[in-house]
């Protein structure tokens, strides 16, 4: 099997804590290089990796036959678009864009190359998570409830990102919330969202077929340990998760594998369309806050 070359956008704590070691772990994939609005930041990454750092964007593009994003969703979005169209796979951060007129273009854009894309629901990609949707799939849901409570706006590596400090949780966290509990319960159709000045969101959500969710949300509780939990109650009784991300060599191979899969033209269900639908829920929390009511998810064009 020839490695897919996958050149690396970014050289943020993300990008060398995550991304960095999953493409150079192959054998399905190899870092092509490293490109960062800091030079020698991408140096540091690539040079760590068995990588080289690359001077633009275009000389990525060309060493590469896939690009992976760290960078902020709006920096994102655009860049992924100009990839794409240079028919260059994708593996995108969460959300996929800052807005969803940008995300429905770099779907659209991603339709109309032909690519493969993979969103980083790290989660998805990990057989405990794997093993509790198939649990999921056989319970009549009645209710749920989700959360992911995090000390990352406090201290520690996250904690001056600009992008996450000004757009808070719902779009740092909240795409995984959203993208597990829908996987688990079904489509979310109307959202009622509150969040508070000390950085706490409470969502309560109605899901297609009548089940209810209500889902809590922060980076600002100081928690020894982030976590993230579900928990679904039915007439048969209730499941409960809490997801500690997995094994990570494991998750690691499990990705390339999809990237190399999605490559070869089998899609994978954490595709450029899914981070489309959560990006939907995004937009319609971000409308049920600014209007102060319960708003439907709109998914049409």
Do not use: N
């Not at 509790?132 to 319970?139: H, W």
């Not at 009645?142 to 000004?166: I, K, V, Y």
């Not at 297609?208 to 889902?215: F, P, R, V």
């Amino acid at each position: 099997m020839t490695a897919l070359r996958v050149g690396l956008v970014g050289a943020g704590p993300w990008a060398s804590m995550f991304h960095a070691p999953v493409w150079s772990g192959g054998p399905e994939t190899t870092l092509s290089g490293v490109w960062a609005r800091r030079p020698e930041a991408a140096r540091a990454v690539a040079e760590a990796h068995g990588a080289r750092a690359v001077t633009s964007f275009d000389e990525l593009l060309e060493s590469s036959d896939a690009v992976a994003f760290c960078v902020p969703p709006d920096v994102q979005s655009g860049l992924a678009i100009r990839a794409a169209e240079a028919g260059r796979h994708l593996v995108l951060e969460k959300p996929i864009a800052d807005t969803l007129r940008d995300a429905r273009a770099l779907a659209d854009t991603c339709d109309a190359a032909g690519i493969g894309s993979l969103v980083m629901f790290t989660s998805r990609f990990s057989a405990e998570t794997k093993s509790f949707l198939e649990r999921a799939g056989s319970i009549d849901v009645a209710g749920a409830r989700a959360a992911m409570l995090t000390p990352a706006f406090l201290d520690g590596p996250f904690a001056q990102s600009a992008w996450r400090r000004e757009r808070g949780a719902l779009l740092d966290v909240g795409p995984h919330v959203f993208d597990l509990l829908t996987a688990a319960v079904g489509p979310i159709e109307r959202v009622h969202a509150r969040g508070t000045s000390r950085g706490w969101l409470g969502i309560h959500a109605d899901h297609h077929g009548g089940a209810a969710s209500d889902i809590s949300i922060s980076c600002s509780v100081g928690v020894q340990r982030g976590r993230f939990e579900i928990e679904l109650f039915g007439p048969a009784g209730a499941q409960r998760y809490d997801v500690d991300g997995g094994e990570p060599a494991q998750v690691h191979a499990t990705i390339r594998s999809a990237l190399a899969a999605a490559a070869d033209g089998r899609p994978h269900t954490c595709d450029v369309h899914r981070g489309l639908d959560i990006q939907h829920l995004i937009d319609a929390v971000e409308r049920s806050m600014h209007e102060g009511r319960a708003t439907l998810v709109s998914r049409a064009g």
